[in-house]
């Protein structure tokens, strides 16, 4: 699914000594943009992109602000107790936002965080540290059959797309592993590389930073990435996956809808911007451009197929 939106900076114009603010220029100052996973991640890393463009376009600040904790979860909950101005903006990430309030151990429920724009979605790969002994995709499987329950996998957070993934290869390959979760993708990096867990399931855009020490073995995208010619699809595998994360960001659900739709345009702008298309396709990420308007569809979309992950996850009956 891809949408095309511009951006649409309104002005204003002072008559009658009236205070037009609902109008005025956006943005005239910083933003602060909470990011709910820990520095090095695939989010903090497309949240530093923004701001060095954001930078440069508005001659503002963008400040990145890292509030990791329960997979999200703690920045999440306290998205709607901050400024509805359009001045506070949280990175949002699925299926997280879905999944975790099944749980029922975060403090918020899906529909508390409104989304102003998804701007990026990450392809799920099955990587192991480059001196594995698993070297093919069929190797792990292997193992895994030989031994149920010992090999265990790093992840970004539980419900997550990382977790999800996880259940879908025990599912897909009728093996038994562990999903070990970390605060984020950075946080998991040593672990992998030092052999602590099997692998993990994480995204391109690791096996691409972390290609000298780490090996992909699989990856859930329609065709063979071009970074990785000789890594296969989970459907060359035999496997309907096709899937990963998206990214985006979500303001307070008291802001007004003009308001909304301003962040949605920013985002947008930012979205397109030849540098950040660079470096999202030299990094593994995969751009959309999923306006305000255009959310609700899109997560009705998505969320059939979450909550058939929740129910092998035992979430939901």
């Known amino acids: 699914m891809r949408f095309k939106h511009g951006l649409t900076i309104l002005s204003a114009l002072a008559l009658s000594g009236a205070t037009l603010t609902t109008h005025a220029a956006y943005p005239e100052k910083n933003i602060q943009y909470v990011i709910a996973f820990a520095a090095g991640g695939e989010s903090d890393i497309k949240a530093r992109w923004q701001q060095t463009i954001f930078r440069k376009k508005y001659k503002h600040e963008m400040i990145v602000v890292n509030k990791p904790g329960a997979g999200g ?175 985006g960001v979500a303001v307070p659900k008291s802001t007004p809808r003009d308001v909304i739709k301003k962040v949605s345009d920013l985002m947008a702008e930012l979205n397109k911007d030849p540098d950040i298309l660079k470096w999202m396709a030299d990094g593994g990420f995969e751009a959309v451009d999923i306006p305000f308007d255009k959310s609700p569809a899109f997560m009705k979309e998505l969320t059939g197929g979450y909550m058939q992950a929740a129910k092998r996850m035992g979430l939901v009956k």
């Not at 592993?177 to 993990?200: L, N, R």
């Not at 972390?210 to 090996?215: D, I, K, N, P, T």
């Open 73 to 247: 979860g703690i920045a999440w909950s306290a998205l709607n107790g901050m400024s509805a101005d359009g001045y506070s903006i949280v990175g949002c990430n699925l299926p997280h936002i879905v999944l975790q309030p099944l749980e029922g151990q975060v403090q918020y429920k899906t529909d508390d965080i409104t989304p102003a724009y998804w701007f990026h979605y990450t392809a799920d790969a099955l990587i192991v540290a480059a001196d594995s002994p698993y070297k093919t995709f069929a190797d792990l499987v292997k193992a895994t059959k030989a031994e149920p329950g010992k090999l265990t996998f790093a992840g970004s957070a539980t419900y997550s797309a990382n977790h999800v993934a996880h259940e879908k290869f025990n599912q897909f390959a009728d093996v038994k592993t562990t999903y070990v979760p970390f605060k984020g993708t950075g946080d998991m990096i040593q672990s992998i590389i030092g052999k602590h867990v099997s692998g993990a399931m994480s995204y391109v855009p690791l096996a691409m930073q972390q290609r000298a020490r780490m090996r992909m073995l699989a990856v859930a995208l329609d065709k063979r990435h071009p970074a990785f010619p000789d890594v296969p699809t989970f459907k060359e595998l035999g496997y309907k996956w096709v899937d990963g994360a998206y990214r």
